[in-house]
């Protein structure tokens, strides 16, 4: 335990900082877990709509400090990736029954 007053101070900004940032990653993971289901299940419209949010989020503890840059970044990068496959995907699925159905 800190003795001096500056490390106690210094104690209590760190467990401050702990919990914020352990929040902003929960809630990063939770929203991307969020994400990725609704691509499984080929709601992409939905997905599209929450994308701004994940973003944001992602923005905020890049800021903060939380997740570094580049992997930000990376990420961004999947899920927009994702999303636009299962898109394609599902156009060329309709495209398929309306062909058939003619």
Not at 31 to 47: H, S, V, Y
Not at 61 to 74: Q, S, Y
Request: glycine share 2%; proline share 2%.
């Amino acid at each position: 335990m800190p003795i001096s007053k500056s490390a106690k101070r210094t104690l209590k900004k760190s467990l401050k900082r702990r919990k914020r940032n352990l929040e902003l990653k929960e809630e990063i993971k939770e929203n991307l877990k969020g994400i990725k289901k609704l691509i499984a299940e080929k709601k992409t419209e939905e997905a599209k709509k929450n994308l701004p949010k994940v973003f944001r989020i992602l923005d905020k503890a890049t800021k903060v400090g939380v997740i570094k840059k580049g992997r930000v970044n990376r990420v961004k990068s999947k899920i927009s990736k994702s999303i636009s496959k299962s898109q394609k995907l599902t156009d060329q699925e309709q495209h398929r029954v309306s062909t058939a159905r003619s």
